[in-house]
């Protein structure tokens, strides 16, 4: 056999293994920094991060308008790029509303009361644009120009949803929010041992 048909076999048995190796799994989308890591929990945090990304429009596309007409990108007008911006807030509008349905089908179908839990999730989420006053202008709007509603939000809405409305009341919505650790100060409590019964 010549060299070359040799090197050709050797070829074809290292691909062939190959086609046979099953596809990699999808990988999943990470968690945002700082959201919880229940399905509920961070429906709870998009929702109160994405409301805070659409509560500075006003303020910062007057800003966003400038570096847009500054920094021109070439073949594309200035409204092309600034309609990018109404098309991103219409469709967080619509994300919104997905949350909102998402929660509220969760906090009906849970079998003990979540809305308190929710409401400290979206607090959290909103924290994320708690920066937003102190810093320059430029620069605000150079951080809301790059910001994007983190790939697990909707896809974890629809399906908290989806599995609310099925389920009803037997849907977990995921598990309690870490309680605040105790003081040092406090010892924990610990359960009384019972004595063993004295036989007869």
């Known amino acids: 056999m010549s060299a070359l048909l040799f090197a050709l ?6 691909a062939a293994p190959a086609a046979t190796e099953p596809a990699p799994a999808p990988v999943e989308a990470p968690y945002p920094a700082g959201a919880p890591k229940d399905d509920y929990g961070l429906v709870a945090w998009c929702h109160g991060a994405l409301t805070g990304y659409l509560d500075l429009h006003d303020q910062v596309m007057p800003e966003v308008t400038r570096i847009e ?3 021109r990108a070439p073949g594309r007008t200035i409204a092309d790029d600034l309609q990018v911006y109404a098309d991103l ?41 708690a920066a937003a006053p102190n810093l320059p202008k430029a620069r605000l709007a150079q951080e809301w120009m790059s910001w994007t509603l983190p790939a697990r939000c909707g896809t974890t809405a629809k399906a908290l949803e989806t599995r609310a409305k099925l389920l009803g009341a037997t849907v977990d919505a995921g598990a309690e929010m870490p309680a605040e650790p105790a003081s040092p100060s406090e010892p924990p409590v610990e359960a009384p041992v ?5 036989p007869s």
Do not use: Y
């Open 9 to 14: 076999a050797l070829l074809a048995q290292d």
């Open 69 to 71: 007409t500054t920094f």
């Open 194 to 198: 019972e004595a063993p019964a004295n």
């Open 89 to 129: 807030e219409k469709q967080g509008r619509k994300d919104l509303k997905l949350f909102a349905r998402a929660m509220e089908a969760a906090e009906r179908a849970s079998l003990k009361p979540i809305n308190v839990r929710g409401g400290e999730a979206v607090k959290r989420g909103r924290a994320t644009w």
